[in-house]
């Protein structure tokens, strides 16, 4: 999993959040029927199967077939790459036929598939799962669900015993395999600075990812409490995520919002297509047609346009408990950074301060949005490698498309200014 590939359910040593999230971010992802949507297998078939490491060029060429089915059939976001100029289909056709010539094994499979995604711009998560993805999604998911529980297809596709087996041997040969499957080496730091003419504390977060979660727990807090201890004053928080695409809701929930206490909730709509596989990856959510929709709310207009026609609320509630800062730190004034590279669960994040102003927004629109939840995961029937993408649609404020259009701060910057300059010239005008 990479930056801008999306949330995760992650499981923290602190998480009086966390725990109360858990359920909202689960929407979604439910019970799964008896055959598989993406392999017509039955659970049966699929366990009887012996499992293995090694493929023929058949079977690779099988998985690839079977993932641009999948997308074809159930990629929403399709209609809109064309209109963008892009044309899936002669990549499609291009690395399939490389395939064909010289395809040797699993990294071959993934090599090819990461090429079609990347050329179609890992657009709402399209990606393959790499190791550190699928061991979040393991440790998290691989106990026995209750009957009904929502994250039961998740469990039902990470303890599949093909999938298993392909990412212990990725895990067994990280070392010499590409990122799209043993993941990044490492993830850059945080970095902190006071800024003495401002009176702030500020903070850059370039990346949510969840092996990043435990790494920089308790940094908001440690920080802040030595600047008290120092007397320094803070006026000003600035929280910069300024070219971060994401990772795990739970790094903001935890790292940043969960010191500052109190309680929140939100409430966002989920736009679907009703196909079999959303069935599947929906069958315990709340789905609704849109005409209900419509007649409480205005449609966006994208709905229509992408032949979307069920739809589901995001709702969360967010209990944070006591603050665990002095009372002048919970006073200073606090402003969220965001820029065009912010996607996924660095969007979510800025969703939650517009929603329910815990932080003032500053910058340029985000990349793109979509309401919290796992993106749907596949395995593939022969390799048992997952990719994923999402299957829903989320609006932001003004109902546009929210991976297209991203989200809307509340300063904008101006001509080429920065959102550093601008949350200064802000702090400086007193308009915020």
Partial sequence: MQSGNGSVFHRPARAAAALALAAALLVGCTASPAQDPATGETGVQATARPVKTEFTREELV???????????EDYIFMDILEQKGFDPQQYYELARGVMEE?????????KWLSYLFGHMGNYSHLAVLDLPGYQTYAEAYTATPEEGAQDAAIHDVVTAPQTVATYNWIASNSETLPETLSGPDSYPEVTVSYDEAHKAACFHFPTFMPETVERDAGIVQDTLMELYGQG???????FDITGNGGGSDYYWLNNIVDPFGGEY??????????TPRTRWWYQNADLHPVEEYA???PLPDFVEEMDLDLYAWSEQSFQFGDPTLPQELLQAKRWLLVDSAVG??????????????WATVVGTPTGGYRASGNPAMFALPNTGLIFRFDLCASPN?????????GLNPDILCEGDETPQAAWQRAVESGTA
């Fill in 295 to 297: 007649a409480e709310y």
């Fill in 344 to 357: 996924s669960a660095s969007a979510a994040f800025t969703s939650f301060c517009l929603d329910t102003g």
């Fill in 397 to 405: 404020r003004e109902g546009q498309l929210g991976i297209e259009y």
């Fill in 62 to 72: 099988e998985d690839f077939d079977a993932a641009w089915q999948i997308i074809q």
């Fill in 232 to 238: 320094k004053a803070v006026e000003n928080l600035v």
């Fill in 102 to 110: 010289r395809a040797e094994d699993l990294e071959d499979l993934s």
């Fill in 265 to 274: 909730s939100t409430k966002q709509p989920r736009f679907i297509r009703d």
